[in-house]
């Protein structure tokens, strides 16, 4: 891992949590990205060429929706980070409440 300006950062437990963390996002995306194929061979091999046809349909309308969530989530999160860091949970209870109520 490298810092700003190309240099080797010696820090072993931010390393080791930042290796943990990219492999969970890596996971994270590959079964994101997997779900939806694993969906349209069960619906080619029951419902048939109409169910495909749906799915094609439908499928721009649930990346909206998953958009929309993502969008969300990745805000909160980024606006949660620093008042968890700081201690005040009365903060980040604040506006993942509000996260939850307008994205939920």
């Known amino acids: ?19 943990k963390a990219e492999i969970a996002w890596g996971l ?8 939806p194929m694993i969906d349209l061979i069960f619906i080619s091999q029951f419902i048939g060429p109409d169910g495909v046809t749906v799915m094609g349909y439908v499928a721009p309308l649930i990346m909206l929706i998953s958009l929309i969530g993502n969008s969300i989530s990745n805000g909160a999160r980024i606006k949660t980070a620093p008042f968890l860091g700081s201690g005040n ?12 109520v307008w994205g939920g």
């Open 89 to 100: 949970l009365v903060e980040t209870n604040r506006i993942f409440s509000n996260a939850a």
């Open 1 to 19: 891992m490298e810092n700003l300006y190309g240099e080797k950062v010696k820090n072993k437990i931010l390393s080791r949590l930042f290796t």
């Open 28 to 35: 994270s995306d590959t079964s994101e990205s997997i779900g």
